[in-house]
């Protein structure tokens, strides 16, 4: 077993939160048989079989959970190591590796990563952008961006800032549809809806006597948010939509802001989450910071925050 490298354990701990080789592979930017090769030399140099594989499914063998959970062990001791060395250095430097929505990736971070660079020039991200929820441990993420999701009790969290959900439609549509002046008048208009999230479908308003809720069918439907704001964008209905990804698009022109006297947005924590015994790190603490005040910028015009 001396043969391993770090980047061995790193590998093996991937593949087994994925189950699967091509996932890793996507992830590392490698082919697929690159990752079956360097299980097969982890597994040589055991001298064991650690995985069952099939064409359609992978699972550890008993071995194999007893080397991963070494593997965990191993990696967490070497990442403590880096904080440790690292905080010992005058000048923050490193990578962090971000986990992050499309949405909040487009139009939050990407339009002000460039500022981190005059902060710390040494200081590098990467940015996993995709909508599941991650396993932090086994993929090596160092801080997790997530929406509304109440972080696990290894983890230490800090909120960055909160986020409703109002209605808006493009200029193109309202100018052939016309303008909704009340809930009734959404009947005769064309609606968005999320069919992955069946919560944003259910659109809260404050109703002259009492709330008022509506379960959107929707004459769109979409699996996935960052469709539903392209659908939008392109004039195809009203949608109901993240206030921050959308008063930021109203400031630019594309879309515009519907029944704002009536519509409830709610109010839902978004989260800066990093493992518990990473939360000293140099790096992190700064990377921390910059999250935060990529956030603090927005005070949308739909709702008080």
């Known amino acids: 077993m001396h043969e391993l490298n770090l980047d061995d354990f790193l590998l093996f701990a991937q593949v087994a939160s994925a189950q699967s080789f091509s996932t890793v592979a996507r992830d590392r930017n490698v082919a697929p048989s690159y990752v079956s090769r360097r299980m097969a030399r982890i597994e040589a140099a ?3 079989r650690l995985a069952h594989r099939t064409t359609h499914s992978l699972s550890l063998t008993e071995e194999g ?6 593997a965990r062990r191993i990696l967490e001791e070497f990442g403590q190591l880096q904080d440790g060395i690292g ?3 005058k000048s923050i430097s490193g990578v962090v590796r971000i986990s992050v929505s499309q949405l909040l990736a487009e139009y939050v971070l990407i339009p002000r990563l460039h500022k981190l660079a005059g902060l710390h020039a040494g200081l590098s991200v990467e940015l996993q952008v995709e909508d599941r929820l991650v396993d932090m441990a086994d993929e090596s993420i160092d801080i997790a961006i997530r929406a509304g999701a109440e972080p696990a009790q290894a983890a230490i969290a800090r909120t960055l800032g909160t986020h409703g959900r109002a209605l808006y439609a493009s200029p193109t549509y309202l100018r052939k549809w016309g303008t909704p002046k009340s809930i009734d008048d959404l009947s005769a208009h064309r ?4 069919a992955a999230t069946q919560s944003h479908n259910r659109w809260e308003f404050l109703g002259e006597a009492a ?3 509506l379960e959107v069918q929707g004459n769109v439907r979409v699996n996935n948010s960052a469709s539903v704001i392209s659908l939008a964008l392109n004039g195809a209905g009203i949608a109901r939509i993240n206030d921050v990804v959308g008063d930021a698009l109203v400031k630019e022109g594309r879309l515009r802001p519907v029944l704002t006297k009536f519509v409830h947005p709610g109010s839902n924590p978004v989260y800066a989450v990093i493992l518990s015994t990473r939360h000293r790190a140099p790096k992190i603490v700064a990377a921390m910071d910059f999250l935060q005040s990529c956030f ?5 015009s ?3 925050i």
């Open 302 to 304: 739909t709702r008080a």
């Open 211 to 213: 709330p008022v809720t």
């Open 296 to 300: 603090s910028e927005f005070r949308p």
């Open 65 to 70: 959970e007893v080397f991963l959970e070494h």
């Open 191 to 194: 609606l968005i809806s999320n």
């Open 46 to 48: 055991c001298g064991l």
């Open 87 to 89: 905080g010992r250095s």
